[in-house]
């Protein structure tokens, strides 16, 4: 059955607001949800009147990353699933689109952050967490490669030290560890995080909004002029992630709820 | 004053004769009226002595998005041929002066073969190139499988033939499809400052570099280099050669006249 309103648009005052609406799923990425997600950053980009974005989660979650229920990922036929595919279709033009769009991009973390989900708020222009908010490099515990962005969007944002051990180890970050590692722009307390995420939208619009978008298009220039191609190079080697046993045990496991064991293939 | 033609817009701005082409709502896709009016301005430039570039443009969103499908939809072998419409295109070929594209946005199909057609092309950043022919169970017509090929080697050509794909303006910049990349705002910009700089030179030299180099597209090196030579002495019989070389020993900028 076809779930609704898994995606909210407001638009109030300049400012563009979407809401990923799963709470019981913490807003894990399903394939409706990331077309729609794409075709919201669409609208807001088209939409002359909004001059600044602000991405939030409903209930506890910001977002789980992608829902390994979704239909590009399950494994339920007999053939593996491709995430390269998948990521090249669903996830990478969302990064990309949050990137290219020359208006700022607010991301209003409200609860764990985690795969995808974490790659979501990294590519946004600014991070404003709830103290209660927390970031997880997910994706080797279930045996993939960090993908949406991660691997160059953590190693250009903090210390590559810091960053290959996330990806590598997938330790869950309070919002306090991710601000103090320089992920975050602010840490709030959950009851004024949307408040404060308007405060700063408003500022921007108020603000020199073509100096702005232009200083964002040198800014991506500087930092982020192979998105594209370092985009693909994530989705090839999931790709590759994705065929393995060791993905198909991680997955099981985490379903079953017990240690996965890895083979290493 | 700006001559508003049918499908395109000429103008005269100082040296530079400059083509817009003007079908927005199809995206600029290119039918025969409108290459011949680009053809006929490009003619009139080459004998207006005061236009010494041409540029050819289309809008932000496409400088050509293809040719006009619909006009050769329900085309057959004998009729497409019999219609010739192609000579059009080969006539630019002939144009003396140097044209540069200025291309922003999309630049497909014919309108990729269009900017190939001319000397040089200034992309903006959201420029994208590409052959599609494939998809419609077709092959570029106007030039598309030889200037392309000659342009970025042969296995990229035949990547972006075969597949139809498309390349964005840093890729065909790294190809060597383009000459310079700039924000969107300013593509135009830039190929008029290219334009008023070749404008300074004397236009019998530009005329013979030109000339000269085109012709590496249908000789041998050796008859190549024979033709650029012949063309270097010629120039010693110009004015602009004496003042060019007057200039450079007396340490000045040359006034170039162009006799």
């Known amino acids: 059955m076809a779930e609704e309103n898994i995606l909210l648009i407001e638009k109030n005052n300049g400012i563009g607001t979407i809401t990923l609406n799963r709470p019981d799923k913490l807003n894990a990425f399903s394939d409706e949800l990331t077309f729609k997600l794409k075709d919201a950053l669409k609208e807001m980009e088209r939409d002359s009147t909004v001059k600044a974005v602000i991405i939030t989660g409903s209930g506890r979650g910001f977002c789980a990353g992608a829902d390994l229920a979704s239909r590009s990922i399950t494994m339920e036929s007999a053939q593996k699933p491709s995430l390269g595919t998948h990521l090249r279709h669903r996830l990478n033009p969302i990064a990309v689109k949050i990137r290219q769009m020359e208006k700022p991009i607010i991301a209003a973390v409200n609860g764990v952050a985690a795969g995808a989900g974490m790659s979501l708020a990294l590519v946004c222009d600014f991070r404003i967490a709830a103290e209660e908010a927390s970031f997880i490099q997910a994706f080797t515990k279930i045996g993939l490669v960090p993908d949406t962005g991660s691997t160059f969007l953590l190693s250009r944002l903090i210390a590559p ?7 590598m180890l997938g330790d869950k970050l309070s919002s306090k560890e991710a601000f103090e590692l320089g992920l975050l722009n602010k840490v709030v307390p959950a009851a004024d995080l949307m408040k404060e995420s308007e405060a700063l939208a408003e500022r921007l619009i108020g603000g020199a909004t073509l100096a702005y978008a232009l ?51 | 004053m700006a001559d508003v033609k049918n499908n395109i817009i000429v103008d005269i701005e100082g040296p530079i004769g ?6 927005p709502k199809v995206l600029n896709a290119l039918n025969h009226e409108l290459m011949a009016e680009v053809v006929s301005a490009l003619e009139e430039f080459d004998l207006n002595e005061e236009v010494r570039v041409s540029i050819i443009t289309g809008n932000e969103k496409a400088f050509a998005a293809g040719a006009d499908i619909k006009e050769m939809s329900s085309e057959s072998t004998v009729s497409i041929m019999l219609k010739n419409n192609f000579a059009t295109w080969d006539k630019i070929r002939l144009i003396k002066k140097p044209i540069i594209a200025a291309v922003s946005g999309f630049a497909l199909g014919g309108g990729c073969e269009l900017a190939m057609t001319c000397d040089i092309i200034i992309a903006s950043e959201t420029a994208q190139f590409g052959q599609p022919e ?26 972006m033939i075969l597949t139809g794909s498309m390349i964005s303006a840093n890729e065909a910049k790294a190809y060597g499809l383009v000459n310079k990349v700039v924000p969107v705002e300013l593509y135009l910009e830039e190929a008029k400052k290219m334009a ?8 019998l030299a530009v005329r ?5 180099i085109m012709k590496t597209y249908d000789s041998h090196i050796v008859d190549g280099l024979e ?30 006249s162009g006799r």
Do not use: C, W
């Open chain 2, 208 to 212: 013979l570099a030109k000339e000269s």
């Open chain 1, 161 to 167: 030290t810091k960053s290959f051990e996330l990806m």
């Open chain 2, 227 to 256: 033709f650029e030579r012949k063309n270097f002495y010629m120039l010693f019989s110009s004015q602009d050669q004496k003042e060019g070389m007057q200039a450079f020993l007396e340490k000045r900028q040359p006034a170039f």
């Open chain 2, 18 to 23: 400059l083509i817009t082409l003007n079908r």
């Open chain 2, 134 to 159: 494939i998809n419609l169970g077709v092959i570029p017509g106007a030039g598309g499988t030889q200037r392309l090929t000659r342009l970025v080697g042969k296995h990229k050509a035949m990547e």
């Open chain 2, 196 to 203: 008023a700089e070749i404008a300074k030179k004397s236009p």
């Open chain 1, 215 to 265: 200083t964002k298009r040198a800014y991506n220039r500087a930092v982020f002029h192979d998105i594209e191609e370092l985009l693909e190079y994530e989705a090839s080697l999931q790709e590759i992630a994705g065929r393995s046993d060791d993905f198909m045990e991680g997955v099981k496991a985490f379903n079953e709820k017990r240690q996965p064991a890895y083979k290493g293939r």
